[in-house]
C-alpha cells in the first residue's frame, strides 16, 4: 500500500484524519504498534484485523470500523470512502 498509502496522506494533509502506520517487521515493532493502537482506543480493531496490505476507516466517535481499503481499489476510489467517512 506504499504509494497509495503516501498519496492520500497528501491528499488530506489539513483535514481531520490521523493516518497510522503500524509496522509488523519483527517483535518490538509488533509490540509498539500493540501500544499505539491501544492508546488511540482501537485495540480491538487491531486484534480483529491483524496483518498487512489494507487501511482500515475508523470512526473517532465510535471506534468501529467503518471500510477496510485494499490495493484492489483505486486512489479515487478510497479517497472517496475516506471523505464519505469525514462528512459522517
Not at 48 to 59: R, S, V, Y
Request: aromatic share 8%; net charge positive; glycine share 6%.
Amino acid at each position: 500500500m506504499g504509494t497509495i498509502f503516501t498519496d492520500l496522506q497528501n491528499k488530506f494533509d489539513g483535514k481531520p484524519v490521523l493516518f497510522v502506520t503500524l509496522d509488523f517487521t519483527n517483535r518490538t515493532t509488533h509490540y509498539q504498534s500493540e501500544l499505539l493502537t491501544s492508546a488511540l482506543g482501537m485495540g480491538e480493531a487491531y486484534k480483529a484485523n491483524q496483518g498487512t496490505g489494507f487501511i482500515l476507516l475508523i470512526d473517532s466517535q465510535t471506534r468501529d470500523i467503518s471500510a477496510r481499503l485494499t490495493s484492489k481499489q483505486t486512489l479515487k476510489e478510497m479517497s472517496a470512502a475516506i471523505n464519505q467517512q469525514l462528512q459522517k
